[in-house]
């Protein structure tokens, strides 16, 4: 069935109208003049047959009718905008979501390896604080993400690769780790906390059986693992870490690893993207060679507990 729909220039139109409350702005944005816009609204009032606009002195206003229609068509116009991006991006150019500690520990280094080995490719990282790893292929301009998730049960119309399971291990100042730690010096120490919940240490005492003897309340809430790490490594305390991210501060003695026991989160880290996309080749090309790094990475020593 074919859709009736009011013209699309009317709703330009009035989008912009309704954003400015202004005809005299909205004219201005679209290289029209005001009675064009004039004209446009009228069009969309006779299609609908309702007012949408209300004067109130010198202010314009948008009637009941014109806050209902205004959601709808901002969203479509949105929609349109990233779909003719989508069509119009650039060959050579991937746009990748990632989380903000991934990128700042791991994935820049990577990304700079990349384009030496890959010049004709450019990556546009955009680094996110994400609380609950997400991305939204149909709403966001993005080609690409890394995510933290708890299996590859993805959206059947993604693609994904698996690039490293996360294990949380504890981190401190490198001069911390003088002498062996034990029970009684975990337990006077500051804990530092790069999530909110404190998920990140009960995870590891849980699995350490040190649960119910080392206190979680108390000490600095982060919202980022980034953070953490940061103040730990200044000597504020001891946070968690993950085992990837940090070894390469850790083999350089920028981070000292009071307690090498790593302990699986039951998480990690995947490369996704949508199924069907321009510029596959180079998607595989970036996965591939994300699985190569982590392949060669020298991980510290430590005991693993846990899959």
């Not at 069935?1 to 009011?6: D, I, T």
């Not at 004709?120 to 709403?139: C, G, N, P, R, Y």
């Not at 337990?187 to 919940?197: G, I, K, N």
């Not at 953070?227 to 501060?249: F, T």
Request: charged content about 25%.
């Amino acid at each position: 069935m074919a859709r009736r729909l009011p013209p699309l220039y009317a709703l330009r139109a009035f989008e912009a109208a309704a954003r400015h409350a202004s005809f005299t702005r909205a004219a201005e944005e679209l290289a029209i003049t005001q009675s064009a816009v004039s004209r446009h609204i009228r069009t969309l009032e006779e299609h609908f047959g309702c007012s949408l606009f209300e004067r109130a002195g010198r202010h314009l206003r948008l009637s009941e009718s014109a806050r209902l229609l205004l959601p709808g068509v901002r969203d479509g116009f949105d929609a349109l905008e990233r779909a003719c991006t989508a069509l119009s991006a650039d060959d050579t150019t991937l746009r990748l979501k990632a989380p903000s500690t991934l990128t700042m520990r791991w994935l820049l280094a990577r990304l700079s390896r990349f384009r030496l080995h890959n010049p004709d490719i450019e990556v546009q990282l955009t680094s996110a604080w994400m609380d609950v790893d997400k991305v939204d292929f149909h709403q966001e301009p993005f080609d690409c993400a890394v995510l933290l998730a708890g299996s590859a049960s993805f959206p059947t119309e993604w693609e994904s690769a698996e690039l490293f399971a996360e294990w949380l291990i504890p981190v401190c100042a490198p001069q911390a780790v003088d002498e062996p730690w034990d029970l009684p010096r975990l337990q006077a120490v500051e804990l530092l906390h790069p999530t909110p919940d404190r998920r990140d240490w009960r995870r590891w005492l849980q699995a350490m059986g040190l649960e119910e003897q080392v206190p979680l309340r108390g000490g600095q809430v982060f919202d980022t693992l980034e953070l953490g790490i940061v103040a730990a490594e200044r000597g504020y305390g001891v946070s968690i870490g993950d085992l990837v991210m940090i070894a390469e501060d850790a083999e350089q003695g920028r981070l000292g690893l009071p307690w090498p026991s790593a302990v699986a989160s039951g998480d990690s880290y995947y490369l996704v993207w949508p199924k069907g996309r321009r510029g596959e080749e180079r998607l595989r090309r970036l996965r591939d060679f994300l699985l190569a790094e982590v392949a060669q990475m020298h991980l510290p020593a430590v005991t693993r507990i846990g899959s």
